[in-house]
């Protein structure tokens, strides 16, 4: 005991005689990922036991390993947003002053829902490739580790194998399913004539296969090496980063896994280093400290020991990279020549949040339980051709975009189709071609009454929103996102009567009820659209409701992708 007492009054007396002459305390507060937490808490505590100091003061450094969902809700939460897919923030995850998230797509995502939540830009201070983990016995039917697998090779298997069960952790919640989802989407969209059967095919597959949290997909591997077992796995191929490859092959499992390092790679993990806005130039100045501390070389040994690569690509001491992995994986030059912390990281280089929002809309789109009524307006207005589209009309426009979006959709979904006009049957504006019923009994019926659409007469939307509203109350399902989609090119035109905005209005008010929300999603096609309108009856019905207008009506498929995906 006296010994101790002895060695901890030098220890003290050195830092006296030695240390900084700071006054104060600092304390900057770090909310890493898991996997590269630990290396940088022994960095930091290294760093302040040396005598860290900022602006005059004594800084110390709390390191917390946070998944990088749950610091970018409570980020967003701050100015009353969500992410898509993400919800609301926990409550119990605080906002750190300096923020370690594994990609910087999250950056992406948090400056597309507030320009002010994030920098636009961090330094990156480590990195992980995204690749595609397959069981080796699996891999080496596809030639791995002498053959270069390609995205043609993995397509063809995800497609045309019945025993390639794909999987992915939920995108919009992990970072290593997001890349994985945008590499396999472009590659399967650049599948030639094939594309759309294919990109459907791909992302099917992997919803089945999708799992909300990493160590869920990972239970999903084979553990036998029983050619029964492996054909019947749950999952045989995965987006996953190394350093999860690395973690995984660490424990010895029955059946270890390959991983496939695809060209053109998938966006990586490169763990961008971003002070938070609001700091003062205290905290600005201690976070500075750090951020070279993390830059330096000695970092990149420490990085090894928890798998995961310096930010340049190159492991460090000690480094094991798997079977098959390139000695270093350089990332390729960002556009226009930027460096990474210029261009928001490697993850974020050759990306834009129009590119990574698509991605999530659309998987959304078929993973989200939903109960929807489709109205399409076949008034005559609708045979106006559209220059853009090879002169087609606007409801053959409609139409196809209608069912590009029917093929996204989950044999889970329940859904209806009504057209509207006027007096289609007697005096009544609307007939209903489709009951809401589930998609998977009525898929070809869906896509039959759809390509059987031809314009008519005039234009009764309101007795239809009407109509259309109590129908999909009557049958309300607590458990699916309820909605009615409603695409029309022009305002309310009913030379019989009918109701008028304000009657339409105070019915839907004495129907509204926030114990049942129903989501109305106005698509305007065209330039004649009532706008005001139709955002009045959105705003009427509430529960996220919206308007989606295209001027031009060869955007209609987009824009139809995006409404229903919203929600």
């Not at 069960?165 to 004539?193: F, M, T, Y």
């Not at 006009?421 to 759809?450: C, F, K």
């Amino acid at each position: 005991m006296a010994l101790v007492v002895v060695a901890g009054g030098v220890w003290t007396g050195y830092r006296e005689l030695s240390g900084p002459n700071c006054s104060g305390d600092v304390r900057l507060a770090v909310a890493a990922a898991p996997e590269i937490a630990p290396a940088i808490k022994a960095a930091a505590d290294e760093w302040t036991s040396d005598g860290a100091e900022a602006g005059g003061a004594c800084v110390t450094v709390d390191v917390a390993a946070a998944a990088p969902v749950e610091v970018a809700a409570a980020i967003a939460s701050r100015q009353g947003a969500t992410l898509t897919g993400v919800g609301p923030a926990n409550g119990a995850t605080q906002v750190p002053d300096v923020w370690v998230p594994d990609a910087s797509t999250w950056l992406l995502r948090l400056q597309q829902a507030g320009s002010g939540l994030v920098p636009q830009k961090g330094t990156s201070v480590a990195r992980s490739s995204v690749v595609v983990a397959m069981p080796e016995p699996i891999a080496k039917q596809l030639g791995w580790p002498d053959k270069r697998i390609t995205y043609s090779d993995l397509l063809q298997a995800i497609t045309k194998n019945t025993q390639m069960h794909p999987g992915i952790v939920e995108p919009a919640r992990d970072a290593s399913g997001l890349s994985g989802l945008l590499a396999l989407s472009a590659a399967a969209n650049a599948a030639g004539a094939t594309a759309r059967e294919t990109t459907v095919a791909v992302l099917k597959g992997l919803a089945v296969g999708n799992s909300t949290v990493a160590q869920d997909l990972l239970n999903k591997f084979p553990t036998s090496t029983d050619p029964g077992a492996l054909a019947t796995a749950k999952v045989s191929a995965a987006p996953l980063s190394e350093h999860a490859l690395i973690s995984y092959n660490g424990g010895q499992p029955p059946v270890r896994l390959a991983g496939l390092y695809l060209t053109p790679e998938p966006p990586p993990l490169d763990y961008p280093y971003v002070p938070l806005p609001g700091l003062d130039s205290v905290h600005t100045a201690a976070a500075d400290g750090l951020r070279e501390v993390l830059t330096s070389e000695s970092f990149r040994d420490r990085l090894a020991a928890q798998g995961l690569r310096g930010p340049d690509g190159v492991g460090g001491s000690g480094f094991n990279a798997p079977r098959g992995a390139p000695v270093d994986v350089t990332p390729s030059p960002p556009r226009g020549g930027q460096d990474d912390q210029a261009s928001g990281g490697a993850a974020a280089s050759g990306l834009d949040t129009a590119a990574v929002d698509r991605a999530l809309k659309t998987w959304t789109t078929i993973t989200a339980p939903a109960r929807m009524l489709a109205v399409i307006d076949v008034s005559g207005s609708m045979k106006e051709q559209v220059p853009t589209a090879g002169n087609k009309t606007r409801l053959q426009v409609t139409v196809e975009a209608a069912l590009r979006g029917l093929a996204l959709l989950d044999d889970s979904w329940a859904l209806g189709t009504w057209e509207f006009s006027t007096n289609l049957v007697g005096n009544r504006d609307w007939r209903e071609l489709l009951p809401i019923g589930p998609l998977s009994a009525q898929r070809t019926r869906a896509q039959q009454v759809l390509s059987q659409l031809r314009p008519r007469a005039d234009t009764g939307l309101y007795d239809t929103m009407l109509a259309a509203y109590k129908r999909v109350l009557d049958g309300y399902d607590p458990g699916r996102v309820n909605s009615i989609v409603m695409m029309t090119d022009g305002e309310n035109d009913d030379p019989s009567g009918g109701l008028s905005l304000d009657g339409l209005l105070g019915e839907m008010k004495k129907l509204v009820d926030p114990k049942k929300p129903i989501r109305v999603i106005m698509i305007g096609i065209g330039t004649d659209v009532s706008e005001s309108a139709m955002k009045a009856i959105a705003e009427t019905a509430g529960a996220n409701s919206g308007v989606y207008l295209a001027p031009d009506p060869a955007k209609i498929g987009e824009i139809f992708l995006q409404a229903i995906a919203s929600r």
